[in-house]
């Protein structure tokens, strides 16, 4: 596609539950990052894929946060046992490469936790 | 760990105005900076990406300037227009990972 692309763009989902967001990055791009932009806050780092290297998992908040990439294109971002603190917007970045090229978002996927 | 500060957090201009937005860093080992604005509910949308090794790098009415030495970059935007408002957010690459700040919002009052 054009662009990144994000499913869902909502997720309403009651807490325990678990969830699965989606990313598919530009065509050709080899990076992949999540963030999360919680109400009020900045962008926190969550997770970046390179290629085929091992992904940078540092900024996943708990292990109840996971994320994988398959076939170095589409990833997941899984949230097991939903907390009302996971409610945020939960943006997909990618980049031709990981040395800091120019880095394009999509559009998020706003995850509430009732 | 890098740490990213955006000065003003608000600003609130008449149309017609320019704009100057403030950006600093603490880790000058970075690869680039790259400037994004956010419009309510939506995603970042990229404005400018300069590397490391420039100083400046201009798109229609955005300018922005880059001294990496001394950890600030400066996004200017002419002559305001209303459509310009929005949050902007500057973004610093390193250690494999882009470093937000907090954004400057933006409203240009017609």
């Known amino acids: 596609g054009a662009g990144v692309s994000q499913s869902p763009s909502n997720k309403v989902t009651e807490k325990g539950k678990d969830v699965e967001l989606r990313c598919d990055p530009i065509?050709?791009?080899?990076?992949l990052y999540w963030y999360r932009q919680s109400l009020g806050q900045g962008l926190e780092f969550l997770i970046y894929?390179?290629?085929?290297?091992?992904?940078?998992k540092s900024g996943l908040p708990s292990d109840r946060f996971s994320a994988e990439r398959t076939g170095g294109s589409v990833s997941t971002l899984t949230i097991q046992r939903t907390q009302q603190e996971d409610s945020a917007v939960y943006l997909c970045?990618?980049?031709?490469?990981?040395?800091?090229?120019?880095?394009?978002f999509g559009q998020g996927t706003r995850l509430t936790v009732v | 760990k890098q740490e990213v500060t955006q000065i003003p957090a608000a600003l609130s201009v008449p149309e017609g105005e320019n704009l100057v937005l403030n950006c600093s860093f603490t880790?000058?080992?970075?690869?680039?900076l790259q400037w994004f604005r956010q419009d309510p509910g939506k995603g970042l949308t990229s404005l400018l990406l300069?590397?490391?090794?420039?100083r400046e790098q201009t798109s229609g009415r955005l300018n922005a300037s880059l001294d990496k030495s001394s950890g600030r970059s400066t996004l200017y935007i002419a002559a305001s227009q209303p459509g310009d408002s929005a949050t902007y957010l500057c973004?610093?690459?390193?250690?494999?990972?882009?470093?937000f700040g907090a954004g400057t919002t933006v409203t240009v009052r017609a």
């Open positions: 970045a990618s980049s031709y490469s990981g040395g800091g090229t120019e880095a394009f």
């Open positions: 065509s050709g791009h080899t990076a």
């Open positions: 894929f390179q290629g085929n290297s091992a992904p940078d």
């Open positions: 880790d000058s080992a970075i690869y680039n």
């Open positions: 300069i590397q490391s090794s420039q």
């Open positions: 973004a610093v690459f390193n250690d494999y990972k882009l470093s």
